[in-house]
């Protein structure tokens, strides 16, 4: 199996189900007994959360370049950022190292590609939904998606930032959400995207009223995938 890298920490909480993702595909694959070769490096959010300007994003793009230099140089032949926010720096990161940095919305867009989805309602933190670093990958795969509806950002931003980032899981956050995918399903959306890599923990990835096409789970096969050779 070849070593991977991932740049964590933003949150801990996806952090954690990148890891139990990555482990249960590989030991459903190799065996009972198997792990995943892996280096994290968990990083402080507290640092990195709540940015708002270019010096704030270039201050960042140099923590998780610095960060994934390490793990190159400590032997991982591939890397990937676990979180969606801050694929917003994924240039500046992949052209610090020479190992390949898997794109988080490239794997959801090939997969839906695949799938031959072509229209999506997009749910995560405010800068994923509204800017265009993450939304052009998705329409460079065919994937025509919903404008925001800057009132359902706004409570989707808040329930990521102040209770899923922190670990915390309601269950009027579930309903919440379940509510909004419905509305969406009624807009006219044909399947939604999970642009947070903690949405996992309120909204039922394997029952739902659409089609659910989780970054988290699809970016953690990719590299799952990668690890056993297989891609």
């Known amino acids: 199996m070849r070593k991977l890298g991932l740049i964590g920490g933003m949150s801990w909480v996806s952090t954690r189900s990148y890891y139990e993702h990555i482990n249960q595909i590989v030991q459903r694959s190799v065996g009972p007994r198997s792990s995943a070769p892996m280096l994290i490096d968990s990083l402080d959010f507290s640092a990195l959360s709540g940015l708002t300007s270019d010096e704030d994003w270039d201050r960042a793009?140099?923590?998780?370049?610095?960060?994934?230099?390490?793990?190159?140089g400590a032997g991982a032949g591939a890397l990937i950022i676990g979180a969606n926010s801050m694929h917003k720096v994924y240039d500046r990161v992949a052209a610090a190292v020479d190992v390949p940095v898997f794109h988080i919305a490239d794997c959801v867009g090939e997969r839906m590609k695949a799938d031959g989805c072509t229209n999506a309602a997009l749910l995560g933190t405010r800068n994923v939904v509204t800017e265009r670093f993450?939304?052009?990958r998705l329409v460079a795969h065919g994937v025509d998606l919903m404008p925001p509806d800057m009132?359902?950002?706004e409570e989707v931003d808040r329930i990521i930032y102040d209770e899923l980032m922190l670990g915390k899981v309601t269950r009027d956050a579930e309903r919440r959400l379940k509510t909004i995918i419905t509305v969406k399903e009624q807009d006219g959306a044909k399947a939604i995207v999970l642009a947070c890599t903690e949405l996992e923990l309120v909204v039922d990835?394997?029952?739902n009223v659409l089609p659910i096409y989780d970054s988290t789970r699809i970016h953690a096969e990719k590299a799952a995938a990668?690890?056993?050779?297989?891609?």
């Open 226 to 231: 990668w690890i056993l050779g297989e891609d």
């Open 134 to 136: 993450y939304r052009q």
């Open 61 to 72: 793009a140099g923590v998780l370049a610095t960060s994934a230099k390490a793990l190159a």
């Open 151 to 153: 009132a359902v950002v």
């Open 205 to 207: 990835v394997d029952a």
